[in-house]
């Protein structure tokens, strides 16, 4: 069974950075596609970045591009969510995703086959 372990949220000021950390078991995970999305209290929930199972594709909302980097760890099954300059738009529970498709797949909820519980991220003023 795939599970999807999220860790790493909590509040910060806006300007600041936190790194999100997304541990997996029961797949194989250099073969999985791995992502993030977000979902604000009243909204939909959203892409924000994906990696492909090498890590050689990795791809980004716009609203996030500069600021945010995706990296993982095959030999830990850990994916990461690094995030600086937040702002108080980037309040959100994340959630981490993974696929078994690709990375460009992963954009999209359709793409996902596994997530997990999620975080909250919580950027003040």
């Known amino acids: 069974q795939v599970q999807l372990l999220e860790s790493g949220g909590g509040l910060v000021q806006a300007g600041g950075s936190l790194r999100l950390s997304c541990a997996t078991s029961?797949?194989?995970?250099?073969?999985?596609?791995m992502g993030w999305f977000r979902q604000a209290p009243g909204k939909e929930r959203e892409f924000v970045s994906a990696?492909?199972?090498?890590?050689?594709?990795?791809y980004y909302a716009d609203s996030v591009k500069g600021r945010f980097t995706i990296s993982r760890d095959n030999t830990l099954n850990t994916v990461y969510l690094q995030m600086n300059s937040l702002k108080p738009e980037d309040t959100a529970v994340y959630y981490c995703?993974?696929?078994?498709?690709?990375?460009?797949?992963?954009?999209?909820?359709?793409?996902?086959?596994?997530w997990g519980k999620g975080t909250l991220v919580t950027v003040s003023s």
């Open positions: 990696i492909s199972h090498l890590g050689k594709m990795v």
């Open positions: 995703a993974g696929g078994t498709y690709s990375a460009y797949a992963l954009q999209r909820t359709s793409g996902v086959d596994s």
């Open positions: 029961g797949l194989t995970s250099n073969t999985y596609a």
